[in-house]
């Protein structure tokens, strides 16, 4: 099947690192994203991964990623009250498709 | 700036009545764009891949007699939801891509909020 899942909340405080963690099916997947979304808006995206790489960095972002677990995290350093919103992870599905599945979500909140 | 775009951003319409979204990539050709629908805290389900000049690719589950999509030309495609019900109530968005094998070219429209009546 083509499930994405991911734990449904997180809460942190201000200033602490926040880890939200994904895991996906399709071992064929060329590349992962994250992307966020605030209440009543669209998607942003923030990051993304290429399956051979282990590690991307982006100012406060860092990516992991266990391809052989098919496990992708994604840490932000100094969380913010802004950063408050849902982060859904997806899979670029079959590798020859711009198709995304998307995780289930996780809603990020950031107690100041 | 938004290299795509969607048109329109919130609509309301009467139980039974159809409408229609629009998708447009701004400054580039999609041969191919995909439809995705969010229901209120849930995540984005793909409904369907839009492809220019022929039939859209749906998911299994998903009513192409009643999600018509249209894809004529390079840079727009059309969701008509046809005898739209309460249950339709969604936000639609659509994605496009300028090209397929890099990652960072999968764009996303700012979403169309549907409310049915």
């Known amino acids: 099947g083509e499930d994405v899942e991911q734990s449904l909340f997180l809460s942190v405080r201000e200033g602490d690192s926040s880890v939200i963690n994904c895991t996906y099916t399709?071992?064929?997947?060329?590349?992962l994203y994250w992307y966020k979304q605030e209440p009543g808006a669209g998607l942003q995206l923030l990051t993304y991964?290429?399956?051979?790489?282990d590690m991307k960095q982006d100012q406060r972002l860092t990516v992991l990623l266990n391809k052989k677990d098919k496990h992708l995290s994604l840490r932000i350093a100094d969380t913010q009250t802004g950063d408050s919103a849902i982060y859904f992870c997806?899979?670029?599905?079959?590798?020859?498709?711009?198709?995304?599945?998307f995780g289930t979500g996780t809603l990020l909140a950031v107690q100041p | 700036g938004a290299v795509v775009s969607q048109h329109p951003s919130r609509v309301i319409c009467k139980s039974g009545t159809s409408v229609k979204i629009e998708c447009r990539s701004l400054d580039f050709q999609a041969t191919t764009m995909f439809w995705y629908r969010q229901f209120p805290k849930q995540s984005l389900m793909l409904m369907a891949t839009?492809?220019?000049?022929?039939?859209?690719?749906?998911e299994q589950g998903v009513e192409k007699d009643k999600f018509l999509i249209n894809h004529a030309s390079l840079t727009l495609s059309t969701l008509t939801v046809t005898s739209a019900h309460p249950e339709d109530s969604s936000f639609y968005i659509c994605?496009?891509?300028?090209?397929?094998?890099?990652?960072?070219?999968?764009?996303f429209g700012e979403g169309s909020w549907l409310t049915v009546v």
């Open positions: 399709d071992s064929s997947s060329t590349y």
């Open positions: 997806a899979e670029r599905y079959g590798g020859a498709t711009n198709k995304l599945i």
């Open positions: 991964i290429f399956s051979n790489m």
């Open positions: 839009s492809n220019e000049g022929s039939k859209a690719t749906y």
């Open positions: 994605s496009a891509s300028k090209g397929q094998n890099s990652g960072n070219t999968i764009y």
